[in-house]
């Protein structure tokens, strides 16, 4: 009975799931996000992992007893991975759950997605310029202001996607508008907290850098649990 009613509410859309094509003038054909989330898995699959290709492996040559020692010279880049994998894969999370929000997609927020994997796509390398300077002293201030800069854009790409498809209608209609504006309000103060630390970065360095890896580290606390209107739609795929 309760596949059978499942089979039912899909087969009698309810007025919020029937979006047509040209629901939103000016922007080409109104479509789902099935394509734009693949496309996005894809960045955010080919960006996680090509920050290990930065780690070298010591060739096997001479005493062997020396071996880890060799392996341990290689801390930088592996700090990168690490680095450079955390910040993606928070975002993907984060990313993942904005899947469940999303209805459909246009054009000015398609080009805003691609903005934000643009920056997706880029992140490791400031990452990896900061963890290889820790070897060396008098450049970590540059490449931590780097660093901190390039987080809060990422952050600021990350808050322009979510504003252009929420002012273009592409949120889920049935979403209580309260819970939207708690969401739009959270985006805004962890962007404003990384551009906040890319400013100090340039006068206290040590400070900013530490501030922009608290922003990262927040997006560990999930988002609140959208709240629905109306009913609740049923999970993808289930039976």
């Known amino acids: 009975m309760r596949a059978f009613a499942r089979t039912m509410d899909h087969a009698t859309p309810s007025e919020h799931d029937q979006v047509r094509r040209d629901s939103h003038e000016g922007e080409g054909a109104t479509r789902g996000t099935g394509r734009m989330e693949a496309f996005a898995d894809g960045v955010f699959a080919i960006a996680f992992t090509l920050p290990i290709f930065n780690v070298i492996l010591p060739a096997l040559q001479g005493p062997a007893a020396g071996y880890g020692e060799r392996l341990l010279e290689g801390w930088p880049e592996n700090l990168n991975y690490l680095l450079a994998s955390m910040v993606i894969g928070l975002y993907w999370v984060h990313h993942h759950f904005s899947g469940a929000i999303y209805r459909t997609t246009g054009h ?32 970590i201030p540059d490449t931590a202001a780097f660093l901190a800069c390039s987080l809060a854009l990422t952050s600021l790409a ?82």
């Open 158 to 239: 990350w808050l322009f996607k979510w504003t252009v498809g929420n002012a273009h209608g592409h949120v889920d209609a049935r979403l209580d508008p309260a819970y939207l504006a708690r969401l739009t309000r959270r985006y805004r103060l962890m962007t404003a907290w990384n551009l906040l630390a890319a400013v100090v970065v340039w006068f206290w360095w040590p400070v900013g850098i530490a501030m922009s890896w608290m922003g990262v580290l927040y997006k560990l606390k999930a988002p609140e649990t959208p709240r629905y209107l109306s009913k609740a739609p049923t999970i993808e795929g289930e039976d």
């Open 108 to 139: 000015y927020f398609l080009l805003a997605t691609v903005l934000f994997l643009t920056m997706i796509g880029y992140i490791a390398f400031p990452v990896r310029a900061f963890t290889e300077s820790l070897t060396h002293k008098e450049a």
